[in-house]
């Protein structure tokens, strides 16, 4: 008797909901209006129409299309709108620190990629803090380069703290709040978060870590030479600060409360820690063999890439905390391609960012360029998080103290959606205890 075989999965071929592109007339079908729309959309910044190989015309990123469909939703439903206000939606609070507008990232009014290629983060710090700075920092004349390039027999560099003892190392330092009015406050906080970070004193009998910068104290402590302690001092400076990310937001929900700077920033820092945020960096440095093992052109994303973009896909479209893309940026984070283009070439990393791009549409994040940065400055595991939170110390000391000086408590209202209210009758049944001592008379306090 011949045992059956079991029936085999017929494959199914990709349709035009599977495809990351959308022509004119499906971008339009989507938002639900005419093709003349759509190119005033484009036109006026708000979409962008891309050019694909083997795709006639112009064609819509997907992900771009149902973004922008969702923004035209909550214009049209008050409450959808306030909803939307926590995530990506509009703008909800004041803030004169940092800008994404058109695409581009400004400090203070700066373009933030001009001023990564002169400022350190010190002075990065100053300028978000609202202090004076020069018009065009040059890092290097006042603090030349330290490193020195690695040696052939070099000892095994030293591992930075994973994100739990780093909170543990950070909270058991003394709380001083700093005095504002003493020049150059920043520096010693920077320096305490470097420390928690690395694990290590930062300082040293030949030179003291006052005379040194931050990135300088990284580059020899990694070993690395003079372009790649210019590539983490760029990192850096691109880090500092990124509007109302969740961090910051966190930093500055603490500093409203009127807590002090040590408690906000390791707010900031917890936030941070997450896979969501910061924590992305851990998850992008765990699969990058697998990412980037060759592969044949024709093949399609890593299996455990393409699982990860489908894991954390909001409302159809793939989310930004995936390595990929980003929703402030469409066409691409320019961060990422600034510290990406200072890297040499790689074939590998080439070709996984051209098959993502065709895949998805999607643009590699800041995440996955400070992973490739520990990568190809052969930095230890753990270093991109270290680049992340150290950069992103100085946002955090800007936006606390702003909320601070604003004297606004953080206290927005939440959307009951739990069991229904009790009864009238219900309500209006004698209390069994008296539990009016204590009460203010004719004052209802609400937090």
Known sequence: MVSARPAQPIPVPPSEADSPWLSSQQAAAMLGVQRASLYAYVSRGLLQAHRQ?????????????????????????????????LDWGTPVLRSAITQVAQGQLYYRG????????????????????????????????????????????????PQPRPPEQVLRAWHSLPAHEPNLAQSGWPQPLLQQMLGVLTGLPSSDK????????????????????????????????????????????????????????????????????????????AVIDQHWDDWHAARRSSEGLPPSLAQLLADTRINGSPHYCAGFGHPLYPAGDPRSQRLLRLLPADAQRHALLAAVHHHTGLHPSLDYALVAIQRGLGLPAGAAFVLFALGRTAGW???????????????????????????????????????????????????
């Open 53 to 85: 190989p083997g795709l006639r015309g112009h064609v819509y990123a997907r992900i771009d299309v149902q973004r922008l469909a969702r923004q035209r939703q909550t214009v049209r439903n008050p409450a959808q709108l306030a909803r939307s206000t």
């Open 110 to 157: 700066r373009d933030a990629l001009q001023w990564a290629q002169h400022a350190s983060l010190e002075d990065t710090a100053a300028l978000l803090l609202g202090q004076p700075v020069a018009a065009e920092p040059d890092s290097a004349r006042r603090a030349p380069p330290t490193a020195a390039p690695k040696a052939a027999a070099a000892q095994p560099l």
């Open 206 to 281: 030949a030179q003291p870590a006052a005379e040194r910068l931050i990135h300088q104290q990284l580059a020899a402590l990694w070993q690395v030479d003079a372009v790649g302690e210019d590539i983490l001092r760029q990192a850096l400076v691109l880090c500092a600060d990124h509007e109302l990310n969740a961090s910051s937001f966190a930093a500055r929900v603490v500093a409203s409360t009127g807590a002090s700077l040590h408690a906000s920033l390791g707010a900031g820092l917890a936030a941070l820690t997450g896979p969501l945020h910061g924590g992305m960096t």
């Open 397 to 447: 000391l800007a936006h606390a103290l702003e909320q601070r000086d604003s004297g606004q408590l953080i206290r927005p209202r939440a959307q009951y959606v739990g069991l229904p209210a009790e009864t009238d009758a219900q309500a209006e049944a004698p209390a069994t205890a008296d539990t009016s001592a204590g009460r203010i008379p004719g004052r209802i306090i609400r937090f």
